[in-house]
């Protein structure tokens, strides 16, 4: 029974991540059976490459966060003078909103925004997207990492496997891949997917408000659908659905990651 | 009501069954306890009535109700909803680690309306009656602010101040010192077992702290079996095994040695003193016994000869080699000029079940642990572990499937097959019966006829003194921090 039931949520996540796998098929292909103005005043395509962006944001942002954040965190607790140094850079970069540090993030390179073709651009926001997005999620992704760590170093193993000979490198090496750990992961991978899932959107929302002028990042993502199609709202400017579309389909895939956090918590109690 | 009532219950885990088949009822107010040896599945079986047994990995048969809900149907555990019922009708349970049940990001007094509310007045009563301890000096206090000692004592009182009709206590004198057993008892049997309106429900293998306590009814699980006794076993079969002797003469000396350390809180590191002017010397071949309250500085000792920890000053010499100048700091690493000294000690720590690797079987993390140097032979390793009452199956089992008795004695023969010059036993007995807690002292005296060790016990157990060591030290006393205990 809960074998079944564990099955029916794996697939109750994939249906609701999948317009980012779906994004991946040529807007084509749906042509024939979406509605013809849609397809003819381009939105359909639209919000296939703004999918698609996304869930090419979501995997390098957590590539490299991942990475980054294993690395610290292990280092954290390899070495306190380090850990202490870090708590004190994350703790600061915590407490100033994400959306401010992605923006921040951009200004050193609006010139070369500017002053590039629209594919070197787009690069370039995505880099500098991927960096911003990693910066607000490490903190609370390496104080996820390196508490437990540290617990498992400190209070349970180090007595023993240091009276064996073993290093701490070696013992923390041995500790980051126990299941208790991966777990962890994989709950940090999630708060990472989610955490830049918001941003991305958040940030996608306000270029588009705000800016659209040449230097700006090219950044195409669901929030800016939303925040280009928000008039869609009000009577006689066109159909609701061109805003609750992606809405709703954010939602289903934020969704998805909430049951991949709480999946994992269920486990660990 | 029937407070807990089993209908055909058992416990499996994995291919062990723990409990078979079993009908065992409690009625109403009556207090009792459930002995047995070590990895009889005591604990287990009281966790189950708790509802803190992992599904994933033991599994059930049969029904069990508790304050008249369902709590298991058909060997199913019931939903959450139901559990959430049973807790509100007065379920309390108080497990073995007492201080893991405080919250670190609140403080003492917040901790205490959250576990307890509404019971402030009666817990501050009771730590002063009891314990000769004002609340009020701690209210403010946040549990890595206090020391071990002082914290299970507030944290046992908070627990057992609870409001409800249903006790469950496990092993409750594992980790209480001499000194606060005595008040412990004194507590139970004037607050706790007099108050007929609760149902009490202990498991513990101490026979000398259940004799002191006023308990209605006895009885013993063993091979899966729960039973009556009429009566209670008596201590005086017991006999302190011969020590024998290896050779003689002191290696290892301690001089004015004193010991700090950080403690990472929330809130930041702080330094605490764990002792000072710490000398004495320990010879070969003989039992040292080092006794005092929780938190008083016993471990660190055990820590600071290991080299385990950073803040030692003073001497600490063996063969004329001062082991603090030779590795002042704990960095994760050994000084060339110590790993031979490394690899001459080892300790049984106070909980084994950190002593392997957690996701290896016991015959994967000892190849491991040989291959570091630190290990002996398979061979001898099984040998050892025959000596102190287990088998060869155990080897291919994980960490999380054993008992923590059955871990503290494969700890202990992982470290008989090390063949250490210095063995260090941090509360080792802890988890064991008597009974086979007397083939483990047999095992080890074995060794020491053999080679001639240096062997520290840091234990708070009477039985330990009284039949395995030949010298014992008050530790308290010896740094002169304390009164006498």
Redesign the interface.
């Known amino acids: 029974m809960k074998k079944l039931f564990n099955v029916l949520k794996i697939i109750l996540v994939i249906l609701l991540a999948s317009p980012l796998l779906i994004s991946w098929i040529p807007s084509e292909v749906f042509a024939n059976i979406a509605p013809a103005d849609l397809v003819e005043s381009g939105y359909l395509s639209a919000l296939f490459v703004s999918f698609k962006d996304l869930s090419i944001t979501l995997v390098a942002t957590l590539i490299f966060a991942m990475i980054i954040s294993l690395l610290l965190g292990y280092v954290s607790v390899l070495s306190m003078k380090v850990g202490r140094a870090f708590t004190n850079i994350l703790n600061a970069v915590e407490s100033i909103p994400s959306i401010l540090i992605a923006l921040f993030c951009y200004a050193p390179v609006s010139g070369y925004l500017a002053s590039h073709g629209s594919s070197a651009s787009t690069t370039m926001s995505l880099l500098v997207f991927v960096l911003a997005a990693t910066v607000t999620t490490l903190p609370e992704a390496v104080r996820s990492i390196a508490i437990p760590l540290t617990d498992l170093y400190n209070r349970k193993y180090s007595l023993s496997f240091r009276s064996y000979g073993f290093t701490k490198p070696r013992i923390l090496f041995v500790l980051m891949n126990t299941v208790l750990m991966r777990d962890t992961f994989k709950r940090v991978a999630a708060g990472i997917l989610l955490k830049t899932l918001v941003l991305d959107c958040s940030f996608g929302f306000i270029i588009q408000l705000g800016f659209g002028s040449n230097g700006t990042p090219a950044h195409t993502s669901p929030g800016a659908l939303i925040a280009a199609y928000r008039k869609a709202l009000f009577p006689d400017s066109g159909s609701p659905i061109l805003f609750w579309l992606p809405s709703i389909l954010l939602i289903a895939i934020s969704v998805a990651f909430l049951i991949l956090l709480n999946k994992d918590k269920e486990e660990n109690v | 009501m029937t407070p807990i009532a089993l209908n055909n219950f058992s416990i499996h885990l994995g291919e062990r069954e723990l409990l078979k088949n079993c009908n065992f009822s409690l009625e109403a107010g009556v207090s009792t306890v459930i002995m047995g040896p070590t990895g009889t599945g005591k604990s287990v079986f009281l966790k189950s009535i708790a509802g803190i047994l992992s ?2 990995i033991f599994t059930f048969d049969g029904a069990m109700k508790v304050n008249g809900f369902d709590a298991y149907v058909n060997g199913k555990k019931s939903n959450f909803a139901s559990w959430t019922e049973i807790e509100k009708s007065g379920l309390m349970f108080v497990p073995a680690e007492t201080a893991m049940v405080m919250n670190p990001a609140l403080t003492l007094d917040q901790n205490l309306a959250l576990l307890a509310p509404g019971c402030r007045p009666t817990i501050v009563q009771r730590l002063k009656d009891y314990f000769s301890m004002n609340f009020e000096d701690f209210a403010r206090l946040y549990p890595d602010e206090v020391s071990g000692g002082e914290m299970q004592r507030i944290t046992l009182m908070i627990l057992l101040s609870r409001q409800g009709n249903l006790i469950l206590i496990d092993e409750p004198t594992v980790n209480l010192d001499r000194n606060l057993r005595k008040h412990f008892v004194d507590f139970l049997n004037k607050e706790i077992l007099v108050d007929k309106k609760k149902t009490f429900l202990m498991v513990s293998h101490d026979l000398d702290f259940i004799k002191r306590l006023s308990l209605d009814q006895v009885y013993k699980l063993e091979q899966g079996n729960i039973h009556k006794l009429d009566t209670l076993p008596e201590m005086e079969g017991y006999e302190k095994p011969v020590a024998k002797k290896g050779a003689s003469g002191t290696a290892i000396e301690l001089k004015d040695v004193s010991q700090t350390y950080f403690k ?1 809180g929330i809130f930041g590191e702080r330094t605490f003193t764990a002792f000072k002017g710490l000398s004495l010397k320990f010879e070969r071949s003989t039992i040292y016994g080092v006794t005092g309250p929780s938190g008083c500085g016993k471990s660190s000792m055990v ?1 600071a000869i ?1 080299r ?1 920890m950073d803040g030692t000053k003073g001497q600490i010499t063996m063969e004329g080699k001062d082991l603090v100048e030779l590795k002042p700091k ?5 000084p060339k000029a110590f ?1 031979p000294f ?2 001459r ?3 049984v ?1 106070q ?1 084994s079940r ?2 392997f ?3 290896l079987t016991i015959r994967n993390s000892f190849k491991q ?1 040989a291959k ?4 002996g032979t398979l061979e001898d390793f099984i040998e050892n572990m025959k000596k102190v009452g287990l088998t060869e199956a155990n080897l291919d089992e994980y960490p999380q499937a054993l008992s923590s008795g059955e871990m503290k004695r494969i ?1 202990i023969a992982r470290a008989l097959t090390q063949k250490p010059d210095i063995l260090m036993l941090d509360e080792a007995f802890a988890h064991i019966d008597f009974d086979t807690r007397l083939k483990v002292m047999e095992a080890i005296s074995d060794y020491l006829a053999v080679h001639a060790t240096i062997l520290v016990l840091v234990t708070h157990e009477d039985f330990d003194l009284r039949y395995f060591v030949e010298k014992s030290y008050d530790f308290p006393e010896l740094v002169g921090q304390f009164e006498k205990v």
């Open positions: 599904t994933q990472r820590k290991l385990l704990e960095s994760g690493y050994d790993k490394r690899n000690m080892t300790v720590q909980d950190f002593s690797f957690p996701d642990i570091a140097g630190a290990g700890d």
